[in-house]
């Protein structure tokens, strides 16, 4: 699947990156964004969670099957938080009756 | 022999010495060896799914309890977290050294790296029971003035002991390819077993990319 | 709903029986006679499996939304609906009337009357059913969740809990008795109790203490609470939500979970101190004290 | 198409089961074909244990006050029929089976792709059956197969973590088995044998192992959190400290419905071989039957909700699941059609396999028309936990699941033992339990009309004619099921010798001698045309 191999130095870089990445979130953590201070945090990890994934795990070199299970994968992930919170928040948008 | 280790206690169970590295199964290594990769791929999909139950939990508890999320987190010490992180990502890092060498068929490179990564990740364990993280986390499930904070530790807890369990799953895993690599087992052509080894080891250092921030930096650390 | 039930009945025997025809019809004419016999190979015809993806589609959408509408209107009861508690406990139904009249396993109710029930559970999850309504809600153990109905014959009907909670779930069941309005009324007399739900409200009100700080003029410690009763309320970090049951249930369990702006958080919890009774009592007491809807009491 | 060996008496020609002998031959055999067997022992054992339960339930409520047990051991007996019958017998029954002795031969491969896997997921399962067996033996479980939160966690001073253990256990038996059928069938198909060659058979097990694979975990987690909460008091479903009991039902339902098309998926896999070898014809529309099956898997997982409607769960999120459940509906009866069209012009024989499957489009049209009732909103508030569930997903376990089971069973039997069974205890058996079963079932939904709910150990007077009936259903039904056993186990000692190709049916595995040697093919089929060829004429063919 993936007879290209990657040679070490793209591997130094990924890993110098990744190690960037990580003290940047916690820098981060440490300035008030208000709300966005969550946001940043998980952008920054699946940034580090695609490299990992991309370069370490030989994503990028292999064809597609691997990248279909791991894009269904996210899939139901996505689907059973999403459904779930559809319920959960909208149980109170059905007015009880009175005032 | 090339497996999908799903069960760390297999890859060491095979007693039958085959001896050229092909399966009567399968046609050729090449067809093994996509056979292992997409095997534990698709072993992979379904520890994602296993973890989506509690981090379904998690985030509609910590819309619901914000607050108390919040004061749940700032017990934790971050730069400790910090501090894991960056040795998690330092064992992936050896981990993907060791696979390329041994796709190299380097075997003292290989058992240098595998070794390095299996005290990695003892070493990040050894960090999350230490005294500074693990005391005032039992002192805040124990004494939790408002319950939220009380649900956060058992959110807390129990994420963080699921991957410290799939931790050990993983360093048991190494250790078996420490030992056939010792015993020359992995050759040039035949080092399939390291790399479906090493995919595992990549899962469990991404599962813990996404727990630090979630569980370590709710609402940030600004005073 | 009796007549999507038996629409969807209807439909279900059609089906059944075309499938049942069509397979004996097949069976009986193409029986096989001997054993070189060749079929004609399968032609596969386009527009035959278009027709039998599109029909059934259509005939789907139509009863989802022919359910949906009956659901959607049963789920929002009409105003000025009376009020029954409902406090389900592992294998008995309490329920309360306004009135303050208390019945375990029965409710008098008058007919023609839509009659809302606010239910909790003590323990585990219960489900009040009443086949003879067609209505059906959980019980769920921390939270409000409410059903009405509206009695059109008088009698007496079964009452089941339709959610396993437990040894004797087959035993938690009991009778709803429907009257005409004069023998309820003569039947409100006869076990008319000391106190109203609101008075035993307002005599756990002062005896627990919320009145030191819940002041009517507002210079105690805590908000005013006449006329709030289904008001919107702000919280600290802007969050607005209406004051229903729930949250007045919530605010009385866990005050430190909804902080309000200019009021400090002193309010200790009250959990383990009232029962869910009592919270009901308490509710009804706050809602009587002037709301937009003031509760029926005939 | 490899022709095909010359036919020798069974003894003397070396195939998987006299290749070696001796308990450990067994207990240490990677041949996909002797695990196959390993499991249909094992589920067989598990499905009488079940029915047993079955039975006495159905004794007991003869009378309207309970006849037999005190109500605790009958929420005993009704949690052990469903835990039993739902994760150990109808879960497994036709992929860890049928599909693991027929993947590779299909598709021309000498075994599955990780044959070591394959046994462990048979340890597996025996662990998990085991520690289930434990704990329903020394004193049971009683919250039902559902485990619904605030009642298994702290309400209740049974067996629950042992079962959940169990379950959680036996979990990991079902990922390894789809995980293995995934992968062989992705990279280790003969050459030639293109996704549209497969047999039918493989588009449902590659079905059924994408539900196994994606839905399994959260069952395992959901169990995991029960066994937290009952010992740690984790709190995640305790409204006390602000947890929410609807959340368990969200993470069970989420694993547990598509479950139910673990299920049936592989049963229509083997109707659509059945229907098309007795009928002699390819089948109507394959391609839409091939695909239907991969959206059931797939809308599958977007329905879950339907069995919450009235479990508190807001109105809109209802809406959603409804609609999204009629959508799930639609895919099964493309395959009732297309099934019924293929018998067109056919030439059709009544052997015994044939009149299961003819039985199975009939119920499973049925069951599946019924549960109609249960996804439109209106009608599920009256229907939600009465009988009218039941009879509804009995009729498409028993009526479709287990019989195209044991449709399955009884036309691959000759290929399995090298013996055929006498076909006319065989079409007698499925005429019994045609019967026994519609008399056991179809009372049942209009006792859950009427308004009688599920579970109960007393039932109000009034019930109690139907109640009867189906008792009485249920007794012709149980020895419906008892007849194959006898004959199936006769004919392996006295059976008639079959030859490689009894029912002259097309596919790869009808290829090989009847007891397939353990590699299955001498050299690996090259594959040129389409599958189902029963119009072509025919080959030298013995």
Redesign the interface.
């Known amino acids: 699947m993936n007879t290209q191999d990657p040679s070490v130095g793209t591997y130094v870089f990924v890993f110098a990156v990744l190690l960037l990445l990580a003290a940047l979130t916690t820098g981060i953590a440490y300035i008030n964004l208000g709300p966005f201070n969550t946001v940043v945090a998980l952008a920054i990890a699946a940034v580090k969670m695609c490299l990992v994934g991309l370069f370490f795990m030989h994503l990028w070199y292999s064809r597609g099957l691997a990248r279909i299970v791991v894009l269904a994968g996210f899939f139901w992930l996505a689907l059973m938080v999403s459904f779930t919170l559809a319920d959960v928040f909208s149980r109170s948008w059905i007015k009880p009756p009175g005032p | 022999m090339s497996e999908s280790a799903a069960g760390s206690s297999l890859a060491g169970t095979s007693g039958r010495s085959v001896s050229p590295a092909l399966h009567h199964q399968f046609e050729d290594i090449e067809q093994q060896r996509e056979a292992g990769n997409f095997g534990m791929w698709v072993f992979l999909a379904t520890e994602m799914l296993f973890f989506s139950g509690v981090f379904t939990g998690y985030i509609i508890y910590r819309s619901l309890y914000y607050s108390g999320f919040a004061a749940g987190s700032h017990v934790l010490e971050v730069d400790l977290g910090a501090a894991m992180t960056a040795v998690l990502l330092a064992s992936s890092f050896t981990m993907a050294m060791a696979v390329h060498a041994a796709r190299q068929g380097n075997r003292a490179m290989l058992l240098g790296f595998l070794s390095s990564t299996i005290i990695l990740g003892i070493a990040f364990l050894g960090m999350k029971f230490t005294g500074l993280n693990f005391h005032p986390a039992v002192d805040a499930l124990r004494g939790a003035p408002e319950h939220t904070v009380e649900l956060f530790m058992c959110f807390y807890f129990f994420m963080t002991g699921l991957h410290a369990l799939h931790m050990i799953i993983g360093i048991g895993l190494l250790g078996v390819m420490a030992i056939l690599a010792w015993r020359g087992k992995i050759s040039a052509e035949h080092y399939n077993r390291v790399e479906v080894s090493g995919l595992y080891w990549h899962f469990v250092d991404i599962i813990w990319i996404y727990l630090f921030p979630l569980l370590y930096l709710i609402g940030g650390r600004y005073k | 709903?009796d007549h999507?039930?038996f629409f969807?009945t209807g439909?279900?025997l059609f089906?059944?029986f075309l499938?049942?025809a069509?397979?004996f019809y097949?069976?009986i004419k193409?029986?096989?006679?001997s054993e070189?016999?060749?079929?004609?190979?399968?032609q596969?015809s386009l527009p035959?499996?278009i027709s039998?993806?599109a029909i059934?589609?259509l005939i789907?959408?139509f009863?989802?939304l022919?359910?949906?509408s009956?659901?959607?209107a049963?789920?929002?009861?009409?105003?000025g609906?009376m009020e029954i508690f409902v406090v389900g406990k592992?294998w008995m139904w309490h329920l309360q009337h306004p009135e303050g009249q208390r019945e375990i396993n029965q409710l008098h109710i008058p007919v023609d009357v839509p009659v809302?029930l606010t239910m909790t559970s003590e323990?585990?999850?219960h489900?009040f059913?009443v086949?003879?309504f067609?209505?059906?809600?959980?019980v769920?153990?921390?939270?409000y969740?409410?059903e009405w109905f509206q009695a059109t014959k008088p009698g007496s009907y079964?009452l089941?809990?339709?959610?396993?909670?437990?040894?004797?779930?087959?035993?938690m069941?009991g009778t709803i008795e429907v009257m005409t309005p004069t023998d309820y009324a003569q039947w409100l007399r006869d076990n008319a109790s000391t106190r109203s739900m609101a008075e035993s409200g307002q005599e756990l009100f002062t005896r627990l203490g919320c009145d030191t700080c819940h002041l009517a003029d507002g210079s105690g410690a805590g908000p005013v609470l006449q006329g709030r009763?289904?008001?919107q309320v702000t919280l600290r970090?802007g969050q607005n939500?209406?004051m229903?049951?729930?949250y007045t249930r919530q605010a009385i369990l866990?005050p430190?979970?909804l902080?309000l702006p200019n009021y400090r958080p002193v309010m200790p919890t009250f959990?383990g101190q009232v029962s869910e009774e009592q919270i009901l009592q308490l509710i009804a007491y706050i809602k009587s004290l002037g709301?937009?809807?003031r509760t029926q009491v005939p | 198409m490899s022709t095909a060996i010359a036919e020798v008496p069974v003894e003397s020609r070396m195939h998987y089961l006299n290749a070696s002998y001796g308990i450990k031959s067994w207990l240490f055999t990677t041949d996909h074909k002797r695990i196959a067997l390993l499991y249909l022992g094992s589920i067989t054992l598990m499905f009488f244990i079940g029915g047993a339960a079955a039975v006495m339930m159905r004794l007991h409520l003869i009378e309207p006050a309970g006849a037999l047990v005190q109500p605790e051991t009958y929420n005993k007996l009704f949690t052990m029929h469903g835990v039993i019958m739902v994760f150990f017998f109808l879960v497994p029954s036709i992929p860890a089976t049928l599909g693991n002795f027929l993947v590779p031969m299909m598709i021309g491969a000498r075994d599955l792709a990780f044959p070591r896997l394959n046994l462990l997921s048979w340890y597996v399962y025996i662990t998990g059956g085991a520690i289930t067996l434990y704990a329903l033996i020394s004193g049971g479980v009683d919250t039902g197969w559902t485990f619904y939160a605030p009642l298994s966690t702290h309400y209740v001073t049974t067996h629950v973590i042992a079962t959940s253990l169990g379950v959680f256990i036996n979990g990991f038996s079902s990922i390894l088995t789809g995980l293995n059928f995934i992968v062989t069938i992705h990279k280790m198909r003969a050459p030639g044998m293109t996704w549209k060659r497969m047999p039918l058979f493989l588009w449902s097990m590659y079905a059924t192992s994408v539900i196994f694979v994606l839905a399994t975990p959260v069952i395992a987690i959901a169990m995991v959190l029960i066994g937290a909460e009952r010992l740690l008091h984790v709190g995640i479903f305790d409204p006390a400290i602000g947890g929410d009991p609807v959340l368990f039902q969200h993470l069970f339902w989420f694993y547990s419905h598509p479950v139910v098309y673990i299920m049936i998926l592989p049963g229509m896999g083997v109707v659509s071989e059945l229907v098309t070898c007795f009928a002699k014809k390819k089948p109507f529309g394959y391609i839409f039957i091939a695909y239907s099956s991969l959206a059931i898997a797939m809308i599958s997982f977007f329905v879950w909700g339907h069995h919450m409607f009235v479990s508190s769960q807001s109105v809109y999120a209802g809406f959603i699941f409804s609609a999204l459940s009629f959508a799930v509906a639609i895919p099964s009866a493309i395959k009732v059609f297309n099934w019924t069209a293929t018998l067109y012009k056919g030439s059709i024989s009544y052997q015994a396999p044939m009149l299961y499957a003819l039985g199975f489009i009939g119920l499973f049209t049925m069951g599946g028309l019924t549960g109609l009732f249960l996804a439109s909103l209106a009608t599920d508030v009256h229907l939600h936990d009465t009988y009218f569930v039941i009879a509804h997903f009995h009729y498409i376990m028993v009526g479709g699941a287990v019989m195209a089971y044991l449709g399955g069973i009884h036309f691959w039997w000759p290929k399995i033992t090298g013996r055929l069974y006498h076909d006319g205890w065989a079409r007698l058996a499925a005429l019994v339990i045609f019967v026994g079963f519609n008399l056991t079932f179809f009372p049942q939904y209009m006792l859950g009309y009427l308004g009688m709910p599920r579970r109960y150990a007393v039932y109000p007077a009034e019930f109690q004619v139907l109640n009867v009936l189906s008792s009485a259903g249920a007794s012709i039904l149980g020895m419906g099921y008892l007849i194959p056993f006898v004959y199936l186990l006769w004919s392996i000692r006295y059976g008639p010798v079959a030859g490689s190709n009894p029912w002259g049916a097309k596919g790869l595995e009808w290829e090989t001698p009847s007891p397939p040697p353990t590699d299955n093919f001498e050299e690996t089929p090259r594959i040129t045309e389409e599958p189902y060829g029963y119009a072509e004429p025919e080959h030298a063919h013995v």
């Open positions: 709903m999507l039930y969807l439909l279900t089906f059944t499938i049942f069509t397979i097949f069976m193409y029986r096989r006679r070189q016999e060749r079929p004609p190979a399968t596969q035959l499996e039998w993806i059934p589609s789907c959408v009863l989802f022919w359910g949906a009956l659901f959607f049963a789920a929002r009861p009409p105003q609906a592992q809302r323990d585990v999850i489900d059913f086949p003879a067609r209505m059906k809600m959980d769920l153990p921390g939270r969740t409410s079964h089941f809990c339709a959610q396993y909670c437990g040894t004797l779930h087959s035993g069941t009763f289904g008001k970090d939500l209406a229903d049951e729930a866990d430190a979970s902080p959990r709301s937009g809807e």
